[in-house]
């Protein structure tokens, strides 16, 4: 009895581990990525478990150093948490397996952030939580598991 149930959570394990590559795989060839959610990082900032685990279109600010780097929106600065008053940030980590590194949009975000730390972006990724704080010094709460980079514009900095 014990046995059966062990082997069927370990054959809905790899079912659904089989039915997200399919669909990052799918996502690659640009059938599913059109019916990712379009969203903001406000949106995900104000409602983040109802997003958490699902494929979004994101538009929004990279900023980046040698420190870390993190998703932004100038039209809602995240408030400071009331339990460690530090800010919910989004790091963005790019998938290995599935981004393209090297690719044009990759050398051009490569290019505008050497210049000025920050660009404005448009990634396909999957919203992650993984529930507590991660990073340098723990800067950021939640993660975007970018899985393709469809643009990149410069970003202009007022000095």
Known sequence: MIRRKVLRVKA???????????LIA??????????????TVCELLADPKSNVGKMVTLNATLVANEEFSAFTDES??????ELDGKHPLIAPSFNKTHYRVGSSVDRKLSKVLKKENQARVTIVGVFIDPGHYFGHQLCCRYQLDVLDLLSVEQVKVVR
């Open 12 to 22: 809905n394990i790899l079912f659904s581990g089989l039915l997200l590559t399919l």
């Open 26 to 39: 799918t996502c690659m060839s640009g059938a599913v990525c059109a019916q990712a959610k379009q969203t």
């Open 76 to 81: 809602c600065q995240p408030r400071p948490s």
